[in-house]
């Protein structure tokens, strides 16, 4: 299919997007901020992967041919090189890599967002360990984290800089690349939890140094596999901090007496890939090139301007823009006295699947997160259960 024909025969062939996605079927799910449902071919690659190593032997050349496919594609999805690609996940493990790697001395300052996902916060509080001082960004809005915001809160001392390219409750996407630009400028670090973007829209690292995100949001793939990015010229900088027989070099797998890393990115990726989990990745990847990352965004947006429009009509309040550069495909919302359990209850109960999150004062929002395979007709039942 040319660029955008496969998002177009979505809205008008039903059994072609069931047999695609087939949670169509029996539920709307716009969870995808959350934990994706896999379309069939990603479950399919997994599957067919899985049956080779049950019914044959599969040499190792071909494993190795698979790593270098989903380094590619991983390459490209983010403006990246493939020897920059190591491919682990979860999110976690590539943050908590960026942080425990680094040689930080007492007195170096990280800045990240005290409100952001856990996983983007408790790699550098944990750095208070080694006398780093985290500074916490504290914009008026969630989420807004804008160039200004980030260019007040440096000092001298500022060594990095960690934000996610999206925030995971109010859905605010933040200008990697002006952002980048600045803190270069500066000679900061930047790194990005990428995972509420990647596969949603162009999330590029031509500003960034270190780079996580698992694919099991909005990339449609499986669990415990995802892509982390470290640019070629910190790798001396980067210090691998778990270390194995894969990414030390090892000759017939015998132990050396020192230790020397295998000059790629791989040297992040300490033993055994989860290559089940890679194969479907890959084939959500060729299924993104296939339509084109700026056909999804089109749609995504298309799809949240609907959402938008008749949240407003029914008094919600939204977080976040509703459009515009910084908007995202997530749409959170809430309503003054309005029980938003008992809503989400009712969602679910009738097949619809979103999040119910709360922020740090503990109002309770609902989050809806759809993907390109999304129609307006779901939106319109959602709103009408709203």
């Known amino acids: ?146 160039p200004g915001l980030i260019a007040a809160a440096l000092t001298p001392k500022t060594r990095l800089v960690a934000l996610a390219s999206c925030h995971f409750l109010s859905g605010y996407r933040i200008d990697i690349d002006a952002i980048g630009r600045l803190l270069h400028e500066r000679g900061i670090l930047f790194s990005l939890d990428a995972i509420q973007t990647i596969g949603a829209f162009e999330t590029r690292v031509d500003h960034v140094d270190f780079l996580s995100a698992d694919a099991h949001k909005w990339m449609l793939g499986p669990l415990a596999i995802g892509i982390v990015h470290v640019k070629t010229e910190h790798f001396e900088r980067l210090r691998p901090t778990l270390l194995g027989a894969w990414n030390v070099k090892s000759p017939d797998f015998i132990p050396q007496k020192e230790i020397a890393f295998v000059p790629t990115a791989q040297r992040y990726e300490p033993g055994a890939l989860n290559a089940p989990g ?80 709360f922020d740090r004062a503990g109002t309770a929002y609902l989050r809806f997160s759809p993907h390109f395979y999304n129609t307006r007709e779901e939106i319109e039942t959602v709103l009408g259960l709203l």
């Open 278 to 357: 890679m194969a479907g990745m890959i084939a959500a990847f060729e299924l993104f090139e296939e339509i084109g990352m700026a056909n999804i965004s089109a749609r995504l947006l298309d799809l949240k301007a609907a959402l938008v429009s008749g949240l407003l009509e029914k008094g919600y309040d939204l977080l976040a823009p509703i459009e515009g550069p910084n908007a995202s495909a997530i749409t959170t919302c809430t309503r003054h006295g309005t029980d938003m359990n008992a809503l989400f209850n009712r969602l679910t109960e009738n097949n619809v699947v979103a999040s119910l999150r």
């Open 1 to 146: 299919m040319s660029d955008g024909d496969f998002i177009k025969r979505l809205d008008v062939d039903e059994e072609f997007r069931r047999r695609e996605f087939p949670i169509t079927a029996n539920k709307i799910f716009m969870g995808h901020a959350g934990l994706t449902v896999m379309p069939r071919r990603v479950v399919a690659a997994v599957n067919e992967y899985n049956r080779i190593w049950s019914e044959e032997y599969r040499d190792f050349a071909e494993e190795m041919a698979l790593f270098a496919r989903a380094r590619a594609l991983s390459a490209r999805l983010i403006g990246a090189r493939p020897e920059e690609i190591a491919l682990m996940g979860p999110t976690a493990l590539g943050l908590s890599l960026f942080a425990n790697g680094l040689d930080w001395q007492a007195g170096d300052e990280v800045v990240c967002y005290e409100d952001d996902y856990p996983s983007n916060v408790y790699p550098w509080l944990d750095l208070d360990r080694k006398g780093v001082t985290v500074r916490y960004l504290r914009p008026e809005k969630q989420g807004h984290l804008t």
